[in-house]
Structures are given as structure tokens and as C-alpha cells.
């Protein structure tokens, strides 16, 4: 079975640009969670989605960024009007059903955003 | 909210012990979990616990104390493959995981 998969791996923008990132999530799962890593620091959860549904995006900057998983195709991140401090490594995970005491997260390898 | 702390770095000695710990404040608990991240890598799950207790899963286990908000991953006969960040995260019931800022574990000869 094919994990969790993200693209593109790399992805350098100027500032003023627009990036999308992608997340297929494993076989059978239905729900995606969207998170950030900078250097030094932790994953910070930023969107919890379900097919068509933003169940929860209470670590997504109100502005420039927005999330979506359609019925069909890919989730997308999508952050417009890039900035430098934009520049971070995106995660995504996925799991069958939501996070409970005995679900874990499988996590695709991520898309690492360098803004110029 | 959630407040998770874990030591910065670690260093240790190829084939000896390593104990990572980790020490949690949340006002809900569902589960604690440990996951692998090796640089630029995807993190990985290693374990999780539901219960007070030692859970072991061959070189590695994870001990949790829901009374103290503490936890810790202990690795034995380390390898040099084992150099990578550590991560602890909570399950707090109604929000996605979340996570502390990961132990960079460097493992020398």
C-alpha cells in the first residue's frame, strides 16, 4: 500500500507568489491533517480536514493561507502571496478515522517551501 | 491548551541506554504518543499509551504516569542509526495531536 504522498518535495517561490502544496492520503483514509515545521521547532497542526469538509483550522494563519479536500483528487494547501517567513517544511497526515486514543498519524515526507 | 517540554538534545554512546522524557500539562488526556523523525524525513510512529505503565516493543518503550504528566522513551543498545529527533505528542481527546518540540538524539561511537 502506497503511504501518504506529498508534492512536490521541493518548492521555491519569490515572495508575492503563490504555492500548492498536495497530500494523497493513505488507502482508505478520510481524514488529513495539515502541519508546519520550522527549523528548530515542532509540528504545529495548522488544518484537520475531511473529504470536503475543514473540520477544524484553528492553526491556520486567517489570512493568505486557505485548505481544501475535495471529493475528489488531492488534499492542496494553498498559500498565497508567499513571504519569507512562509518558508518552512509542510506535513501532511492522514488517518482512517479521527485521532483517538489508539489511531496514530501516518505522515507523508513533506513539501519543504523556500521563499526567495 | 496543551504544554509539552522535552530536553533540547541528548547524546549518547553506541550500545548503551538513553532515556528520553517528556512532562506534559492538559486539562484533557486520551493517549500519549512517541514518533521518529530523522532529518528531512517524514516522522514515524514508535508507540503510544493509553495507561499508567511501561509498554516494550524490542529496543524501544515508553512508560507514561497520568498523575505526574510524564513520560518517557527509552532506547537500549543504541545504534547509530538511532540519531534522529524524538518526538513526544499528546492526544487530548477533541483536537489533533500535538506535539512538543523533539529531542535531537545524537548517538557517537
Known amino acids: 500500500n502506497a503511504g501518504v504522498m506529498q508534492n512536490p518535495r521541493h518548492l521555491v517561490r519569490r515572495r508575492g507568489q503563490e504555492a500548492r502544496l498536495r497530500c494523497s492520503p493513505m488507502k482508505g483514509h478520510s481524514h488529513v491533517y495539515w502541519y508546519r515545521q520550522l527549523p528548530e521547532e515542532g509540528l504545529k497542526f495548522m488544518v484537520y480536514?475531511?473529504?470536503?469538509?475543514?473540520?477544524?483550522e484553528s492553526g491556520m494563519p486567517k489570512e493568505r493561507f486557505s485548505a481544501e479536500f475535495p471529493k475528489e483528487g488531492p488534499s492542496i494547501l494553498r498559500i498565497q502571496q508567499v513571504v519569507r517567513g512562509d518558508s518552512a517544511a509542510y506535513f501532511c497526515?492522514?488517518?482512517?478515522?479521527?485521532?483517538?486514543?489508539?489511531?496514530?498519524?501516518?505522515f507523508g515526507s513533506g513539501t519543504q517551501l523556500s521563499v526567495l | 491548551g496543551q504544554n509539552i517540554d522535552q530536553p533540547t538534545e541528548m547524546t549518547a554512546t553506541e550500545g548503551a541506554i538513553v532515556q528520553i522524557n517528556c512532562t506534559y500539562q492538559t486539562s484533557g488526556f486520551n493517549g500519549l504518543f512517541w514518533y521518529q523523525q530523522h532529518a528531512g524525513e517524514a516522522p514515524t510512529f514508535l508507540s503510544y499509551?493509553?495507561?499508567?505503565g511501561l509498554e516494550e516493543k524490542g529496543r524501544f518503550s515508553s512508560f507514561l504516569s497520568r498523575s505526574k504528566g510524564y513520560s518517557y522513551l527509552l532506547l537500549k543498545e543504541l545504534q547509530m542509526k538511532d540519531s534522529a529527533s524524538y518526538l513526544c505528542?499528546?492526544?487530548?481527546?477533541?483536537?489533533?495531536?500535538?506535539f512538543g518540540k523533539g529531542t535531537r538524539l545524537s548517538v557517537i561511537a
Open positions: 499509551n493509553v495507561l499508567d
Open positions: 497526515a492522514s488517518s482512517p478515522k479521527r485521532t483517538g486514543p489508539n489511531e496514530k498519524l501516518f
Open positions: 505528542a499528546l492526544n487530548s481527546g477533541n483536537t489533533p495531536l500535538v
Open positions: 480536514l475531511q473529504k470536503e469538509n475543514i473540520i477544524d
